[in-house]
């Protein structure tokens, strides 16, 4: 069943509302929702929450035998599928629009930014490597799950521990948390995923971490992931309004400052996450 | 005051018992008399009864809207079949409204209305399985009494009960707003709520406010609210 398109009033008010630079939940136009992270009591698991749109991440490992043209390398393996949970207008099996851009957006931020050291994964060259699988699970959609789901993805990434594993000779010994302390994944660098929604009249600027009414009443959607030392990994528009090059540059910029932001927030968080998880051992 | 969960037998007894929202009479053939057919409660919520137990209802919170005959609700034109409208109120079936139900409509004289128009109707019929149906009059007099098309403004979902809430004269949110800035709203029973104010910063004030004192949403009392609406610039 086809999201049913807002009503005639709903459009109007707001493009109105827009066209004085106001938004709907009294946000600024370029204002992000300010995330809140839920830790579970296993690492690795992770609910992010911006406004009413929640996600959950949860991160698991396993050792599996790495692909014959890759023997150096683990495997990680992104699983997100947007279930009727998340909102009446998503279908069980269909993947809709918004399904398939998300699973490529998580793919191209978290897997092929290289923001994992693979080569960190292997145990056994050839023989043995650890296989991470990351799964998305969206509960509630009040818009813009995208960005919510890079987000708890990687906080996720940056939670996990895997467990210590010692190698001797051809055997391979993995030691239990209580034995010795899980060690962290080698992250080279943390991507945050923003995204702008344009609108047709030309005089409205585009507004960041769009609602839920502000995406289905947008014409355009970009997606820029960038990390907090403002290196751009994916920058992402498919279709929409055609945007002047010069506005381009200013919403890069915008993102930069968000990000920069939003990784003070993420490492604040997981710090005092941290906190109440060390154990003393006399 | 207990509470019920659905499929729980209640114990409702009367000689003119009247079953309110949330509660279904199981009729049974072998039953020989009336009054031994069981009462069970089809939603989960506090069981209450009026004074002399003759009626009994359940208050619960939800946000899917199950329809019920006499309710006024607001709803969204998504299609046109045959003389009428398909119309979207929330509920599991979308409802369909006849094109004459109108007051003073007839076959060469018919309201304006285009896919995507608001509505304000009331439930005509509605009943488990079946498609509800809607009608733009009031059901004695036949005159439209505030029913119909509803034209700029905006609507926003709240949960049923603060739209349960936002129809008791007692409450306090409306005339609290109404006091500050002119303001013209219309109330669904299926968590619709349509407001209308002359400036959007009006408009978004009290989509906030509505958001804010929800039950759902965190339940604002009114000393909050004021001071909400202090900080707001109206």
Same mark, same amino acid.
């Given at each position: 069943?086809?999201?049913?398109?807002?009503?005639?009033?709903?459009?109007?008010?707001?493009?109105?509302?827009?066209?004085?630079?106001?938004?709907?939940?009294?946000?600024?136009?370029?204002?992000?929702?300010t995330?809140?992270f839920?830790?579970?009591?296993?690492?690795?698991?992770?609910?992010?929450?911006?406004?009413?749109?929640?996600?959950?991440?949860?991160?698991?490992?396993?050792?599996?035998?790495?692909?014959?043209?890759?023997?150096?390398?683990?495997?990680?393996?992104? %699983?997100?599928?947007?279930?009727?949970?998340?909102?009446?207008?998503?279908?069980?099996?269909?993947?809709?629009?918004?399904?398939?851009t998300?699973?490529?957006?998580?793919?191209?931020?978290?897997?092929?930014?290289?923001?994992?050291?693979?080569?960190s994964?292997?145990?056994?060259?050839?023989q043995?490597?650890?296989?991470?699988?990351?799964?998305?699970?969206?509960?509630?959609?009040?818009?813009?799950?995208?960005?919510?789901?890079c987000?708890?993805?990687?906080?996720?990434?940056? %939670?996990?521990?895997?467990?210590?594993?010692?190698?001797?000779?051809?055997?391979?010994?993995? !030691?239990?948390?209580?034995?010795?302390?899980?060690?962290s994944?080698?992250? !080279? %660098?943390?991507?945050?995923?923003?995204?702008?929604?344009f609108?047709?009249?030309?005089?409205?600027?585009?507004?960041?971490?769009?609602?839920?009414?502000?995406?289905? /009443?947008?014409?355009?959607?970009?997606?820029?992931?960038?990390?907090?030392?403002?290196?751009?990994?994916?920058? !992402?528009?498919?279709?929409?309004?055609?945007?002047?090059?010069?506005?381009v #540059?200013?919403?890069?910029?915008?993102?930069?400052? #968000?990000?920069?932001?939003?990784?003070?927030?993420?490492?604040?968080? /997981? /710090?005092?996450?941290?906190?109440?998880?060390?154990?003393?051992?006399? | 005051?207990?509470?019920?969960?659905?499929?729980?037998?209640?114990?409702?007894?009367h000689?003119?018992?009247?079953?309110?929202?949330?509660?279904?009479?199981?009729?049974?053939?072998?039953?020989?008399?009336?009054?031994?057919?069981?009462?069970?409660?089809?939603?989960s919520?506090?069981?209450?009864?009026?004074?002399?137990?003759?009626?009994?209802?359940?208050?619960?919170?939800?946000?899917?809207?199950?329809?019920?005959?006499?309710?006024s609700?607001?709803?969204?034109?998504?299609?046109?079949?045959?003389?009428?409208?398909?119309?979207?109120?929330?509920?599991?079936?979308?409802?369909?409204?006849?094109?004459?139900?109108?007051?003073?409509?007839?076959?060469?004289?018919?309201?304006?209305l285009?896919? +995507?128009?608001l509505?304000?109707?009331?439930?005509?019929?509605?009943?488990?399985?079946?498609?509800?149906?809607?009608?733009? &009059?009031?059901?004695?007099?036949?005159?439209?009494? +505030?029913? +119909?098309?509803?034209?700029?403004?905006?609507?926003?979902?709240?949960?049923?009960?603060m739209?349960?809430l936002?129809?008791?004269?007692?409450?306090?949110?409306?005339?609290?707003? +109404?006091?500050? &800035?002119?303001?013209?709203?219309?109330?669904?029973?299926?968590?619709?709520?349509?407001?209308?104010?002359?400036?959007?910063?009006?408009?978004?004030?009290?989509?906030?406010?509505?958001?804010?004192?929800?039950?759902?949403?965190?339940?604002?009392?009114?000393?909050?609210?004021?001071? &909400?609406?202090?900080?707001?610039?109206?």
């Amino acid at each position: 069943m086809r999201p049913p398109s807002p009503s005639i009033p709903e459009k109007k008010f707001l493009y109105d509302a827009l066209k004085q630079s106001l938004r709907l939940d009294g946000r600024d136009m370029l204002d992000f929702r300010t995330p809140t992270f839920t830790f579970g009591p296993e690492l690795g698991w992770v609910e992010c929450a911006m406004g009413k749109t929640r996600v959950i991440a949860q991160l698991d490992a396993k050792m599996v035998k790495p692909l014959p043209e890759r023997p150096f390398e683990g495997i990680i393996t992104i %699983h997100s599928e947007i279930s009727p949970m998340a909102s009446p207008d998503y279908e069980p099996g269909r993947p809709s629009e918004e399904e398939v851009t998300l699973t490529r957006m998580l793919d191209k931020v978290l897997r092929r930014s290289d923001t994992i050291d693979k080569e960190s994964l292997c145990i056994l060259a050839g023989q043995r490597v650890w296989q991470l699988r990351l799964t998305i699970h969206v509960l509630a959609d009040a818009g813009n799950i995208l960005d919510c789901s890079c987000l708890a993805g990687i906080v996720a990434f940056k %939670h996990f521990r895997k467990p210590e594993v010692e190698v001797i000779g051809d055997e391979v010994i993995v !030691h239990s948390p209580s034995e010795r302390a899980p060690i962290s994944l080698a992250i !080279h %660098h943390t991507p945050f995923c923003v995204t702008f929604a344009f609108f047709p009249d030309a005089l409205t600027r585009p507004v960041v971490d769009p609602s839920l009414l502000e995406q289905r /009443l947008s014409s355009g959607l970009m997606s820029i992931a960038m990390n907090a030392q403002r290196e751009i990994c994916v920058l !992402h528009k498919a279709g929409g309004v055609p945007t002047a090059p010069e506005e381009v #540059l200013r919403l890069i910029n915008v993102t930069s400052i #968000l990000v920069k932001d939003l990784d003070r927030r993420v490492e604040a968080r /997981l /710090l005092e996450d941290w906190e109440g998880r060390k154990v003393e051992v006399r | 005051m207990s509470i019920v969960l659905p499929g729980e037998q209640v114990p409702a007894q009367h000689v003119n018992l009247k079953l309110g929202p949330g509660l279904l009479q199981l009729s049974s053939e072998t039953q020989q008399q009336a009054k031994s057919a069981p009462v069970i409660a089809t939603r989960s919520g506090v069981l209450n009864h009026s004074a002399n137990k003759s009626k009994w209802w359940v208050e619960g919170n939800s946000r899917r809207y199950v329809p019920a005959p006499q309710e006024s609700v607001i709803g969204v034109i998504t299609g046109r079949s045959g003389e009428g409208w398909r119309v979207d109120i929330g509920s599991a079936h979308p409802a369909s409204l006849d094109g004459l139900a109108f007051e003073g409509a007839t076959k060469r004289n018919k309201p304006s209305l285009k896919v +995507g128009s608001l509505l304000y109707a009331r439930v005509s019929l509605a009943h488990k399985d079946m498609e509800p149906e809607l009608e733009c &009059f009031d059901a004695q007099t036949h005159k439209a009494d +505030g029913f +119909g098309e509803l034209k700029d403004g905006f609507v926003l979902q709240c949960s049923l009960q603060m739209s349960r809430l936002l129809l008791d004269p007692k409450h306090f949110l409306l005339p609290l707003l +109404g006091s500050r &800035f002119p303001l013209e709203a219309a109330v669904g029973m299926n968590g619709k709520v349509w407001v209308s104010t002359k400036e959007t910063k009006h408009t978004i004030t009290i989509v906030r406010c509505i958001e804010a004192v929800d039950p759902d949403g965190g339940g604002m009392d009114e000393t909050n609210v004021k001071k &909400f609406l202090s900080k707001l610039d109206i």
